[in-house]
Every structure is written in structure tokens, then in C-alpha cells.
């Protein structure tokens, strides 16, 4: 297994880069997100990597952080979610916003990565729920902050406000706050609005 690439960045033709390491070459694909923090050609570029070995071919997928390594590895273990569809995922959105989305369950946010039909989204959102924050060491992963904003949002569409309303309404409210005191706050700025 090949799990880190140290070496010069020969090539960028998005989303494959070419990586030359000591005299070999390796074809790495990227998500975007890796492309935009690479450093220019002809500079020293450390990966991490996870190579995926099939009967036809060896692919090797390369990450700037672990972080990132570790949520292709989840999105890829789910059925019908291949590595293409797990680099569209994380080139249309950072880990942080992949965890922020199964922790509110918003297959809407899903969809809108090309490739990713309803049924995957709803997949993706069931399969892995609860399990990627914590894996991934993520800012803002602490269960009972999930577990409480997403009380609140659900308070929110049962009376009626619109998901997208509920959706934009939580950003203002603080992280640290009660269900019942997030509900207060979150009618305060809906009436407002």
C-alpha cells in the first residue's frame, strides 16, 4: 500500500497530477480541493495517498491531509459510490461542510454535486450518519452539538418554516445554545425576516 508521496510536481492536468519520485512518475489523481493548495511545478509536493487496486487497473488518489484521505475511504466503502463520484463529492465541498451536511441530513446540498442523484444523496446521508465526524476528528463533530442542532432544525420544519429557511436561520444561532433556547432564537430571526 502506498500511503505517501514525497517528491516534485512534474504536471497538473486536473484532476491528475504527475509526481516524480526519485525517478518514477506517478499518475496521482486529486480532488480540487488538493489541486488548489498545491505548490508550483517543479516544486517538492507531499501527498497522502490511498492506492485501489482492481482487475483492469491501479489508481492512486492523492489527498493534502489526512482529514481528507480519510473521508474519500468512507464515501468509497458505501455501494454505488465509486472514486470518481467520492472526488466530485470532495472537490464540491470541504470535509467540513461533507460532516456539517449527514449531521443535518440535507440531500439537497448532496445533489448538487454532479453525480450524485437523489438516491445516492439519501444513500450517502443513511450510510453515513453518526459515523463520519467522529472518524474524521472534525471541528464542530461533538454529537451532542449535532444532535441538538438537528433537534432544533426539525422544530423549525414542523412549524412550518421551509428547510431552506431552517437551514440559513441555524447559522445564527450559537453552537453552544439549549434546544429550547435555539427554537427562541431561531423564531426571533425568522419573524424578523
Known sequence: MIGRIQGILVSIHPPRLL?????VGYEIDVPMSTLYQLPAINQSVTLMTHLQVREDAH????FATETEREAFKALIKISGVGSRTALAILSGMSVNELVQTI????SGRLTQVPGI??????RLLLELKG???????????????IEVTNEILQA???????????????????????VSDGIRLGLKHLSRG
Open 103 to 106: 449531521a443535518l441530513q440535507e
Open 131 to 145: 459515523k463520519l465526524a467522529p472518524d474524521l476528528g472534525v471541528g464542530d463533530s461533538n454529537p451532542r452539538v
Open 59 to 62: 489508481q492512486l488518489f492523492g
Open 19 to 23: 509526481v516524480d519520485c526519485q525517478g
Open 117 to 122: 442523484g437523489k438516491k445516492t444523496a439519501e
Open 156 to 178: 423549525l420544519l414542523a412549524l412550518g418554516y421551509s428547510e431552506k429557511e431552517a437551514l440559513l436561520t441555524l447559522k445564527q444561532i450559537p453552537p453552544d445554545s439549549s
